[in-house]
């Protein structure tokens, strides 16, 4: 092999791994940014307690695996429950209360309801952050398993994270699941139609305050999901919610508010740009470079690439 076939060669390997290991990579970012894309498409709520939740279940399933020795996959029959029901009542006893519809119904006008929630939830994150390090101080933590160190070998010189692989299965399930659910039962109508029209959606006979406590719910427990994901591949401390909310932020501007499947291919893109952008030009890029295409897309189309 000559020279500049050998150059060429492994110029094509790496860029192959950096598609490869950058959409393993969007598959663990969209599981991170679904829930942030359903609260905002369902009720236009931006919850800035996100990426908080995402730790409090990384500590959830670590208490629950220091208690019970079973996989981290199984402790989500626990964790995505438990944080179902935190999001249901977070939405039925505090944010509802502070809705545009809370608001206008106490004569304020609809710019309260906007931000209140806003404001709500950016201090709930600070409170959550600083009981879980009352907590569990603010020792690193991670959830062991012997997955991180495996690899599935394609050839020679192409190789995939198992542990990523399967996150981007569970990605795709996840999207696949929601699809169903909003398109095909009763609750998942209901959330739609509450979402197209608030105001018509209570003369339909639907309960706007249950329905969106479902949608809250529904976003905490992939929150939850994700949450588990990330103890398994990285450390994780109290304060570290707002780096991932930030990560979600940047999936759902790429993909599009409220687009569930802009989740998953504005993941992938991001995912994409940062591993290529490390391989040529140093870990130090990869930051740069998903803030250049975030920049990108609000730039040519600032609704994102799959808003509806």
Same mark, same amino acid.
């Not at 006008?109 to 950016?122: A, D, E, Q, R, Y």
């Given at each position: 092999?000559?020279?500049?076939? +050998? ?47 995402? $730790? #409090? ?10 208690? $019970? ?5 199984? *402790?989500?029959?626990? #964790? ?23 608001? +206008?119904?106490?004569? @304020? ?17 600070? =409170? ?5 390090? +009352?907590? =569990? ?18 050839? +020679? ?16 399930? $996840? ?70 909310? @930030? ?15 802009? *989740?998953?291919?504005?993941? $992938? ?14 870990? *130090? ?20 690439? =799959?808003?509806?």
């Amino acid at each position: 092999m000559s020279g500049f076939d +050998e150059a060429l060669y492994w110029t094509l390997v790496d860029v192959a791994n950096g598609f490869l290991t950058g959409t393993m990579i969007g598959g663990y970012y969209a599981i991170i940014s679904i829930g942030l894309a359903l609260t905002f498409g369902v009720m236009r709520l931006v919850n800035l307690a996100h990426g908080d939740m995402l $730790i #409090v279940a990384a500590y959830l399933a670590s208490v629950i695996l220091g208690v $019970i020795p079973i996989s981290p996959f199984a *402790s989500l029959i626990v #964790v995505a429950p438990l944080m179902f029901g935190l999001g249901y009542l977070l939405q039925r006893f505090l944010l509802n209360r502070v809705s545009v519809q809370a608001m +206008e119904a106490k004569g @304020l006008p609809p710019s309260f309801g906007l931000m209140s929630p806003i404001l709500v939830t950016f201090g709930l994150g600070i =409170f959550v952050a600083h009981g879980l390090l +009352e907590l =569990f101080s603010s020792d690193a933590r991670q959830i062991r398993n012997s997955l991180a160190f495996t690899a599935i070998r394609l050839s +020679e010189d192409l190789n995939i994270s198992l542990l990523r692989l399967i996150f981007f299965a569970i990605a795709v399930a $996840i999207l696949v699941a929601l699809q169903i659910f909003l398109r095909r039962t009763h609750v998942g109508r209901a959330i739609r139609a509450a979402s197209d029209d608030v105001q018509v959606a209570p003369l339909m006979g639907i309960s706007t305050a249950h329905v969106y406590g479902v949608a809250l719910g529904i976003s905490l427990a992939v929150a939850g999901t994700a949450g588990v994901m990330i103890g398994m591949l990285r450390s994780f401390q109290p304060f570290d919610g707002p780096q991932f909310l @930030l990560i979600a932020f940047g999936v759902v501007i790429i993909g599009g508010l409220g687009s569930i499947l802009g *989740s998953l291919v504005g993941g $992938i893109l991001l995912g994409i740009t940062q591993v290529l952008a490390g391989t040529y030009f140093g870990p *130090s890029a990869q930051l740069v470079a998903g803030y250049m295409l975030i920049l990108l897309v609000l730039a040519f189309r600032p609704q994102g690439l =799959f808003a509806r």
